[in-house]
């Protein structure tokens, strides 16, 4: 008798444990998360600045830095367009520079006040 009263104590425990291991466990996957992000927005920026550099390099002297911006933001989505810069610049070598804001948990809704830098150069294209 004495036995089985005891192991009746111990019912719910595992659930017990598992409420008490849930906000740890939400936690990590927030900043996991987050992290995702801000490795996404180190990608677009660098994709962002290739893509500007590659319309600019081609565009003719005076067009240069609307091609480059506008090649530069047609692939990023609204949200990540929001809050993006870019400048281009150089003569025989050409830069592009795309700074893209860091969102917080969802793109478009709250960023962080930390921009990720993307940069890219090319030569200019030789016209005959």
């Avoid at 994709?47 to 500007?52: L, S, T």
Wanted: hydrophobic share 45%; glycine share 14%; charged share 20%.
């Amino acid at each position: 008798m004495r036995r089985r009263g005891r192991l009746r104590g111990d019912r719910g425990q595992v659930a017990v444990e598992f409420l008490g291991m849930t906000p740890t466990i939400v936690l990590t996957l927030v900043l996991m998360w987050q992290c995702v992000l801000v490795g996404y927005a180190f990608t677009l920026a660098g994709n962002a600045a290739d893509e500007g550099v590659r319309a600019a390099t081609a565009a003719p002297r005076g067009a240069r830095q609307g091609a480059c911006s506008d090649a530069a933001l047609r692939d990023l989505s609204g949200a990540w367009r929001d809050g993006a810069s870019v400048s281009c610049g150089g003569n025989g070598f050409v830069t592009a520079d795309v700074k893209l804001k860091v969102p917080v948990l969802f793109p478009g809704f709250i960023d962080f006040p930390v921009t990720v830098p993307g940069h890219a150069g090319a030569v200019e294209e030789v016209k005959d």
